[in-house]
């Protein structure tokens, strides 16, 4: 079975229907992105996958769980890395992922994952004055510290100048070297040529088109992501 499993998901604010029939589904391993522009609902569609936000139809599964039946337990098993980091600018790197910690029955071991993550030369630097590529390994950090078995990573590399977006997609693709299911959301073309096994395209609240990046490109006979994608959305 998928290790995710979205069917009909809608989500309304008011008379505006901001995710509408959306379906899609994401296997065990693999580094699934969910494609489009600011406004596609594609953080929207997260945030009910997350419990966060309840959908008012379609059926939501997450490892076998009901995000808003279940949140408490999915909250242990699913690591997220949110759009924006807001964490004090005082708190230093180890007391932030030791704080983090503190909130799993099984954690991480902090020391690894600041080895692993490349941020032991930073584990006393006040968060305020990291860099925007060190502020985003924190970010994963935190969304590790649990030993999750999905990593949700919304609009990752957003902000970052091109040799921190290069560093933090190695970054990514080791998280899921390391066993953790992946779900990206990116409106970031090359980023989702780069590291996505699969991609749903989000436009207008609903899905235009799932696959691999190679079949989305055979589909509609362009040969970047960003061309495809304009030919599947009718947006540049």
């Known amino acids: 079975m998928p290790l995710i499993e ?16 959306v379906s899609f589904t994401v296997e065990r391993g693999e580094i699934f992105g969910i494609l489009g522009t ?6 929207t569609a997260v945030e009910c996958l997350q419990g966060l936000r309840t959908a008012d139809a379609g059926t ?8 808003a039946r279940d949140r408490d337990e999915l909250r242990r098993r ?14 230093r790197v180890r007391e932030a992922l030791e704080l983090f910690a503190s909130f799993y029955p099984h954690p991480a071991d902090v020391d690894s994952l600041l080895r692993r993550l490349s941020l032991e030369a930073h584990e006393r630097a006040y968060f305020g004055r990291l860099s ?18 999905v990593a949700i990573l919304d609009e990752l590399t957003t902000g970052l100048d091109p040799h921190a977006r290069r560093d933090t997609w190695k970054l990514v693709e080791g998280v899921r070297d390391g066993g953790v299911t992946v779900l990206l959301v990116t409106h970031f073309m090359d980023e989702a040529e780069r590291l996505c096994d699969r991609v749903a395209v989000f436009d207008a ?28 959305t009718g947006r540049d």
């Not at 600011?38 to 953080?43: F, L």
């Not at 994963?140 to 078995?149: D, F, H, R, S, T």
């Open 132 to 149: 925007g590529g060190l502020k985003q390994r924190v970010s994963i950090a935190l969304a590790l510290i649990g030993e999750p078995e």
């Open 6 to 21: 979205v069917t009909e998901l809608t989500k309304r604010y008011g008379n505006r229907v901001a995710v509408d029939g």
């Open 38 to 43: 600011n406004g596609a609902g594609k953080t």
């Open 60 to 67: 939501i599964s997450v490892l076998g769980l009901d995000p």
């Open 78 to 91: 699913v690591g997220v890395q949110l759009q924006e980091s807001r964490l004090p600018e005082k708190l």
């Open 205 to 232: 609240g609903r899905v235009v088109a799932t696959g691999t990046p190679a079949e989305l490109l055979g589909t509609t006979g362009k040969s970047t992501l960003d061309d495809a994608f304009v030919t599947l």
